[in-house]
């Protein structure tokens, strides 16, 4: 879906919210990039965003198309500064009520409160779509993330156990939560 929204922040700085296009693709490429490089926190080392240019614009494209799905940019001036997205969690009919969420900003803007208006803009638009919860995975030790995600009334539902595997060898476990939008209009 398409989004577009001017959020000031505390510092007084403004943070453009917008859907991302295909004409973003070498932006959201790039920090998607640069942010898997600066923490353990997600899912893909750096090198392996191997997706090309053509790759991520039709991906853009496909997400801004479906009414779904939202890929947000979080701008502060030109620069992108993170991202942020919902999407539904398979295409079939018996997890049509489901969609799944997730954020990365760079290590740069963390503390501004651009990580708290990106989850407010998510859940209010995932309102407006039939999905009835909303879905999320993060890293244990993440705490940063998941103090976040709890201000937002995330709970945690189960645990997966050594679900990565870092390239040193050490594990690290994964919280599933989630967040019931029956009836919270
Ligand atoms: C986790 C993450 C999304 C948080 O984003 P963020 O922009 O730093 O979040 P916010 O600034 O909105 O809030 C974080 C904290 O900063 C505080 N804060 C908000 N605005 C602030 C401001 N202007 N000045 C100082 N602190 C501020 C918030 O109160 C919050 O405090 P808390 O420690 O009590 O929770 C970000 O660190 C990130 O992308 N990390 C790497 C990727 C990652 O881990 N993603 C999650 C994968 S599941």
């Not at 496909?62 to 539904?88: C, N, Q, R, W, Y």
């Not at 039939?130 to 999320?136: G, M």
Request: with cysteine.
């Amino acid at each position: 879906m398409k989004f577009n929204k001017e959020i000031p922040l505390k510092d007084g700085g403004t943070l453009l919210l917008r859907s991302l296009g295909a004409q973003d693709a070498q932006q959201a490429l790039a920090v998607c990039r640069k942010t898997a490089g600066e923490t353990l926190n997600l899912i893909r080392y750096e090198d392996e965003w191997t997706m090309t240019l053509e790759q991520e614009a039709a991906y853009l494209k496909k997400t801004e198309d479906d009414p779904k799905s939202l890929m947000l940019g979080a701008f502060i001036g030109d620069t992108l500064a993170g991202v942020g997205s919902f999407l539904p969690c398979a295409a079939v009919d018996r997890a049509r009520h489901r969609a799944s969420l997730g954020i990365s900003i760079l290590k740069a803007y963390w503390g501004r409160g651009i990580g708290t208006a990106i989850m407010q803009t998510l859940i209010d638009e995932v309102k407006k779509t039939a999905a009835e919860q909303l879905e999320l995975e993060v890293v244990a030790a993440n705490e940063r993330a998941i103090r976040l995600y709890e201000r937002f009334g995330f709970v945690e539902f189960a645990r997966h156990p050594r679900k990565l595997k870092y390239r040193d060898g050490t594990y690290a476990d994964m919280v599933l939560m989630m967040l019931d939008l029956r009836d919270k209009a």
